[in-house]
């Protein structure tokens, strides 16, 4: 259950990337908080800047081309754009840990298991050898890998798909952290593994009662899974409602029109609603709202005024000029 | 639901599919597909990466050539032809790839990739061709201003509908399309998903729809084919495998599925498979789903499931149930009602 108590606290982030092409701002000021033991989703299509504003939580931005432009991280009170590198480093793997997509980026294909999971307790916690050793075997069985202890001593590929994943989860969790930034976990799985693996991080993080936040383009998995939404457009934070608030009420148009492009397997449909138009090209956003020359309900001023970011109740926000309009529609019709 | 509706007569189907078995040495990618596509209707094929379900696929437009088993189109053998007689025939049967950054040649204008087949088929040449290319442009909804352009110019969804144009150049009856819309984004996605139903309606296009993503096969199927290591495991109607799935693996696949609706998601009881796909090297002897099925008994290692028509028009594999006993939940422990039958089809 989450508490009331905030663990991380984003304020006005910038991560901007410097190319031939022009600055992209990829993430350009974004602002939420998580508190412990909640899970929030960050929603977005391909360069919407859900992944790099997670990159910029545990500052892996890679720089040059990408630059922390502005904003404040406040991790458990601490700036973490402030902290020294070493101090980061002793947050990020402990404190802060990470699952990607693909968990061959993350494995090093040389190293068995056993030594890449023992790693990171003798680093953070000062684990013994044979304490890391074992520690590695009780992960392995935290998160269903049978013969675990036959097992720890394999390479990477000697492991399937979902079985990496285990793993990674495994590394992740290792140090108990407070935050677990999973980012498209199961978005490479085959959907019986997706289910296992959704199941094993909502069932580790109602244990531990660890902070989550799942970055996915998937809005069935935010519907499993989330407390909390956001939903991110062209390195803008579009909309952030609780999970329930914003299926039954979304306040922008880009999310209600998200909502109903989605095949609902569950009733008949006749044609899907479909969004017009391209993803837009972060390096040449036009002025105004960067979703006006997709949106159903621009008007002028959308063409050429950046829109606010209105507040529609005390915990539900969304950055549009006509925002309590749509937020009204929403309720008539929901 | 039509269950009254009688049996199709022969003339209806399109494509008709007899155990159909592709074999890559050990590996038996398809091995005994027996399945029949009707005119007009999309066909949905359903399973998890490496059940051979795009090997299906290729194979019914012979880009894989099958092992053994058949291929009907229209009464004519496609595995038995000359490939001078199915070059001809591959006029009318085409597929879309799931990826449109490797399918199109990066070298050649959006005009020559869609004109390419008009000049293979000697179906329009000059200022005809030229009018034709604009036309598949803008059925598809792309600008023929685009003619002259080259496919690293266009975002993953135009690509899918420059290869959409590309495959219906030659006015095909019937179209494999393979993951179409797993790279795209999913504002693109329902985009591409209406296009291809908009086509269909216009032209009456026959589908096969290859994907692992079962909302979007939901959505589109007016039939599902469930694959798992090689074999069809159930074959229903798009809504009745949705609702009233009765093989065990399509159950779990089905109750996997992600709903977006957090109220749905809440209240929703999951069937959460133990391990992973084995793989098709060495495939479980007897049902190959008996080593994941939660519902296994001893008889399933040893028997191999005849796809059974359990209901009407509902076809499923698995010996723990039977027309007169369809649902599993319900049969006693141990029992195995379809056994008989599946004996007798050995």
Do not use: W
């Given at each position: 259950m989450p508490s009331n108590e905030t663990l991380l606290e984003v304020k006005d982030l910038r991560t901007y990337f410097h190319t031939d092409d022009g600055t992209l701002k990829a993430v350009d000021g974004i602002s939420f908080a998580v508190k412990r033991g909640e899970t929030l989703g960050i929603v977005g299509e391909s360069g919407s800047g859900k992944s790099v504003t997670n990159l910029s939580i545990i500052r892996l931005v890679?720089?040059?081309?990408?630059?922390?432009?502005?904003?404040?991280?406040?991790?458990?009170?601490?700036?973490?754009?402030?902290?020294?590198?070493?101090?980061?480093?002793k947050i990020r793997g402990r404190r802060i840990a990470m699952i990607f997509q693909d968990p061959m980026t993350s494995l090093n294909p040389f190293l068995r298991i056993s030594r890449q999971l023992m790693e990171?307790?003798?680093?953070?916690?000062?684990?013994?050898?044979?304490?890391?050793?074992?520690?590695?075997?009780?992960?392995?069985?935290?998160?269903?890998?049978?013969?675990?202890?036959?097992?720890?001593?394999?390479?990477?590929?000697?492991?399937?798909?979902?079985?990496?994943?285990?793993?990674?989860?495994?590394?992740?969790?290792?140090?108990?952290?407070?935050?677990?930034?999973?980012?498209?976990?199961?978005?490479?799985?085959?959907?019986?593994?997706q289910a296992q693996i959704l199941e094993l991080i909502k069932k580790l993080k109602e244990e531990t009662g660890t902070s989550v936040i799942l970055i996915t383009h998937d809005l069935g998995v935010v519907a499993g899974m989330t407390d909390q939404v956001i939903v991110m457009y062209a390195g803008k934070l579009f909309e952030q409602a609780p999970t329930k608030e914003l299926f039954a009420r979304p306040g922008n148009p880009y999310t209600k029109g998200l909502l109903r492009?989605?095949?609902?397997?569950?009733?008949?449909?006749?044609?899907?609603?479909?969004?017009?138009?391209?993803?837009?090209?972060?390096?040449?956003?036009?002025?105004?709202?960067?979703?006006?020359?997709?949106?159903?309900?621009?008007?002028?001023?959308?063409?050429?005024?950046?829109?606010?970011?209105?507040?529609?109740?005390?915990?539900?926000?969304?950055?549009?000029?006509?925002?309590?309009?749509v937020y009204e529609a929403s309720g008539r019709e929901g | 639901m039509n269950n009254q509706e009688s049996q199709p007569a022969t003339s209806d189907i399109l494509i008709s599919i007899r155990d159909l078995k592709v074999h890559f040495g050990r590996v038996k990618a398809v091995d005994g597909v027996s399945l029949e596509i009707r005119n007009g209707e999309t066909l949905g094929l359903v399973g998890e990466s490496g059940c051979g379900k795009s090997?299906?696929?290729?194979?019914?437009?012979?880009?894989?050539?099958?092992?053994?088993?058949?291929?009907?189109?229209?009464?004519?053998?496609l595995a038995s032809l000359s490939n001078r007689q199915l070059r001809q025939h591959r006029r009318h049967l085409q597929i879309i790839f799931q990826d449109p950054y490797a399918s199109l040649n990066p070298r050649m204008t959006v005009g020559q990739i869609v004109r390419e087949p008009l000049d293979t088929f000697n179906l329009a040449k000059g200022r005809e061709a030229d009018a034709r290319v604009r036309e598949l442009l803008e059925t598809v909804g792309l600008s023929s201003r685009f003619i002259k352009r080259y496919p690293h110019e266009f975002s993953g969804g135009q690509r899918q509908r420059i290869g959409i144009a590309r495959a219906l150049a030659v006015d095909p009856a019937f179209i494999v399309a393979d993951e179409p819309i797993s790279a795209l984004d999913v504002s693109i996605q329902a985009q591409i998903l209406n296009l291809l139903e908009k086509l269909q309606r216009e032209k009456k296009l026959t589908y096969l729809f290859i994907s692992h993503d079962l909302r979007a096969i939901r959505h589109v199927s007016d039939r599902i084919a469930v694959m798992y290591l090689g074999k069809l495991v159930e074959v229903a109607d798009s809504r009745t495998i949705y609702d009233e799935p009765l093989m065990p693996y399509t159950k779990a696949l089905i109750s996997a599925v992600p709903v977006p609706d957090p109220n749905i998601e809440a209240t929703r009881q999951r069937i959460v498979l133990e391990g992973d796909v084995p793989s098709p090297i060495n495939p479980p002897s007897g049902c190959r789903f008996h080593t994941r099925c939660p519902y296994v008994i001893e008889a399933c290692k040893n028997v191999e499931p005849p796809l059974v028509e359990i209901k009407p028009r509902h076809f499923a594999a698995c010996i723990r149930i039977s027309p007169e006993h369809p649902h599993i939940e319900q049969v006693a422990p141990g029992e195995a009602p379809g056994l008989a039958q599946a004996e007798l089809n050995v």
């Open positions: 890679p720089s040059p081309p990408g630059e922390l432009v502005s904003g404040e991280i406040l991790f458990d009170g601490h700036d973490i754009l402030a902290l020294p590198e070493p101090a980061v480093r990171i307790t003798e680093l953070h916690l000062g684990y013994s050898k044979a304490q890391a050793y074992e520690h590695a075997i009780k992960m392995l069985e935290t998160v269903g890998i049978p013969d675990a202890r036959k097992r720890v001593d394999e390479y990477p590929h000697q492991f399937s798909g979902g079985m990496r994943q285990r793993v990674m989860i495994a590394m992740a969790l290792s140090c108990k952290p407070e935050l677990l930034i999973a980012d498209e976990p199961s978005t490479a799985l085959d959907v019986t593994i492009s989605v095949p609902d397997p569950t009733s008949e449909q006749g044609t899907l609603y479909q969004i017009p138009g391209q993803p837009p090209d972060v390096a040449h956003l036009p002025p105004g709202c960067p979703f006006a020359p997709r949106c159903e309900r621009a008007e002028e001023i959308c063409h050429s005024e950046f829109p606010p970011l209105v507040q529609l109740t005390s915990d539900h926000t969304s950055l549009c000029h006509f925002a309590n309009e | 090997t299906l696929g290729r194979a019914i437009l012979r880009l894989t050539e099958p092992t053994s088993g058949s291929v009907f189109f229209r009464d004519r053998d």
